[in-house]
């Protein structure tokens, strides 16, 4: 049970496209938010351009109260919260940790050992030390995914040295 005054991190499901709406709505209430997002090089026919597009489209994160939280879904982009057994649902901290250190890094990574799909894997070393993964197949071979897992979302990174990562026993 949380008490009104503790901070927790909640997910947030918005209007379509209004991701980044959401994130200068929320900041104008001085409410802590995180929008992981990732830049790409988008190829039109007379150009190319860099475009900044929502990691998990659709949701934004926000750390705040109960009562900021719901603040925060007054704003007009916000549909609603992200709940879990018909009550709001909290992210636990280390989640939220592990996803934003995989949205600072911009490496791509390979799996080349014997690990089969399926397996839970430690990530040892390297940006995604301590995190947790499950190795799926890719059309490159094999790569580990990390999940959060409130919002039935997977996304893929490429580990391309074996040796960091650490078979974790069911």
């Given at each position: 049970m949380?008490?009104n005054?503790?901070k927790?991190?909640?997910?947030?499901?918005v209007?379509p496209?209004h991701?980044?709406?959401?994130?200068?709505?929320?900041?104008?209430?001085?409410?802590?938010?995180?929008l992981?997002?990732?830049t790409e090089v988008?190829?039109?026919?007379?150009?190319k351009?860099?475009v900044?597009s929502?990691?998990l489209?659709?949701?934004?994160?926000?750390?705040?109260t109960?009562?900021?939280?719901?603040?925060?879904l007054e704003?007009?982009s916000?549909?609603r919260c992200v709940?879990?057994?018909?009550?709001?649902?909290?992210?636990?901290?280390?989640?939220m940790?592990?996803?934003?250190?995989?949205?600072?890094e911009?490496?791509?990574?390979?799996v080349?050992?014997?690990?089969?799909?399926?397996?839970?894997v430690l990530?040892?070393?390297?940006p995604?030390?301590?995190v947790?993964?499950v190795?799926?197949?890719d059309?490159d071979g094999?790569s580990?995914?990390v999940s959060?897992?409130?919002?039935?979302?997977?996304i893929?990174?490429?580990?391309?040295?074996p040796?960091?990562?650490q078979i974790?026993?069911?």
């Amino acid at each position: 049970m949380t008490t009104n005054n503790e901070k927790n991190w909640f997910a947030l499901y918005v209007k379509p496209r209004h991701e980044f709406k959401a994130e200068m709505q929320i900041a104008s209430l001085d409410i802590q938010q995180y929008l992981p997002y990732i830049t790409e090089v988008r190829q039109w026919s007379d150009r190319k351009r860099k475009v900044k597009s929502p990691l998990l489209t659709g949701y934004i994160f926000i750390y705040g109260t109960e009562k900021e939280r719901l603040i925060a879904l007054e704003t007009p982009s916000v549909v609603r919260c992200v709940c879990e057994r018909g009550k709001p649902a909290i992210i636990p901290e280390h989640q939220m940790h592990n996803l934003m250190s995989f949205v600072r890094e911009e490496h791509s990574y390979s799996v080349y050992n014997g690990i089969v799909r399926g397996t839970k894997v430690l990530i040892k070393q390297g940006p995604f030390q301590g995190v947790t993964a499950v190795v799926v197949e890719d059309s490159d071979g094999k790569s580990l995914a990390v999940s959060v897992d409130l919002l039935n979302r997977s996304i893929i990174t490429h580990i391309s040295d074996p040796d960091i990562v650490q078979i974790l026993k069911p």
